[in-house]
């Protein structure tokens, strides 16, 4: 039987600026879904991760799927509009287009989907983030399957020795998907070539070489690149498959435990370590750091189990307290250097104003 798993998940209102949905906001999703998604979802979830509510679905409609998208857009309007009731910050913050046009790609939500023909047992994890970008996942995508350091199924398992091909896709090229497909190992060196620029070259999706089956699927917009001008970070969403020929779940969070640093702290507009957190966590500390939760599932014939809440395990406690230092030290130096974006990733206009206005006092001395 095919299955398919579709995250659409948007920023439609938050409690106190930009750290959480409001119960009722969530509630009212919740309650839209389950009414309006009778026969055309077999199940589906709800979570949020700092102010971003994410509803992955399972259903039997292929990614893409216009009726499946129009529900969670309208899932999402009725969301905004108990936000608009509740005065919520930036209510319907993400929703970037009047009216609804076959596919909330390219509207403001973030979507990963994918199909596949469900094994017996069928596990996957999904991802959501928040107060960063999709490269964010560049790193760890590329360590959970080009890396035996991290994923040592790579040598030891029969089912991963041809290794997986990357999808890539060039977010600055906003006329159409320019992607390219490069294998690993083969073209590791140009992978990490590619993935080194977060900004620019995200990992839409990766491929098992062995069973040519999808492995992982990302989101690949950029809000600005939507809306002409920042709206806000993209705040990121991915599915991983796992297990059999797939790296085991430990190997797909392991690359986690870095935080490394993504862009998106504070404003938008600051470097910041992704920290991973619990399921329905908030952002507190400069609104931020940037956080990643991730929910571990078995889907069986369309139905899925209750989620596994991947990083509510003690480790992770440990890891969160090393990347509270790490996000502490480079806010130490406020706004020099590495520590803000480059003005192409600012989420404001006001600096460009501000040189534009010291542009003529500058002297050239003889
Ligand atoms: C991402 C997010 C931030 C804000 C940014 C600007 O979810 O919430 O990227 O967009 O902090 O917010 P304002 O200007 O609305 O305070
Ligand atoms: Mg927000
Ligand atoms: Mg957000």
Same mark, same amino acid.
């Given at each position: ?158 089912? *991963? ?7 890539? *896709? ?108 619990? *399921? ?87």
């Amino acid at each position: 039987m095919k299955t398919t798993l579709s995250i659409i998940k948007a920023d439609i209102g938050s409690i106190g600026g930009h750290i959480m949905p409001s119960k009722k906001l969530i509630k009212r999703v919740i309650e839209f879904v389950e009414s309006e998604g009778k026969g055309l979802v077999s199940d589906f979830f709800v979570s949020h991760t700092g102010d971003d509510i994410a509803i992955l679905f399972a259903h039997t409609n292929g990614v893409g799927f216009e009726k499946l998208h129009k529900l969670a857009w309208d899932a999402f309007l009725a969301g905004t509009q108990v936000a608009k009731k509740q005065g919520l910050y930036g209510a319907g913050q993400d929703l970037l287009k009047d009216s609804f046009s076959g596919n909330v790609k390219g509207m403001g939500p973030a979507v990963a989907e994918m199909e596949f023909e469900e094994r017996p047992n069928e596990p996957f994890v999904m991802f959501a983030a928040d107060k960063t970008d999709p490269g964010a996942y560049n790193l760890p995508l590329y360590l959970m399957f080009c890396d035996p350091m991290y994923n040592s199924g790579l040598i030891l398992s029969p089912n *991963m020795a041809k290794g997986f091909k990357f999808v890539i *896709m060039d977010v600055e090229h906003t006329e159409g998907d320019k992607v390219i497909e490069l294998n690993a190992p083969e073209e590791l060196y140009d992978i990490a070539a590619l993935l080194r620029d977060n900004e620019r070259y995200v990992v839409e999706s990766v491929w098992s070489r062995e069973t040519g089956e999808i492995a992982a699927a990302a989101c690949t917009s950029r809000l600005h690149n939507i809306a002409g001008k920042y709206t806000g970070k993209d705040d990121p969403v991915m599915l991983v498959r796992c297990q059999g020929p797939f790296p085991a779940t430990g190997e797909v969070l392991a690359p986690f435990n870095i935080g490394h640093y993504v862009a998106g702290f504070m404003r938008g507009s600051h470097t910041g370590p992704l920290m991973p957190v619990k *399921m329905n966590s908030s952002v507190s500390y400069f609104d931020g750091p940037p956080v990643v939760s991730a929910m571990g599932f078995c889907v069986h014939e369309g139905k899925l189990t209750e989620a596994a809440d991947c990083f509510d395990h003690p480790y992770w406690d440990y890891i969160r307290n090393n990347v509270s230092r790490k996000a502490t030290e480079i806010r130490q130096q406020g706004f020099s250097g590495a520590a803000m974006l480059p003005y192409s990733e600012l989420e404001y206009g006001g600096i460009v104003k501000k040189m534009e206005k010291l542009e003529p006092k500058f002297k050239v001395r003889g």
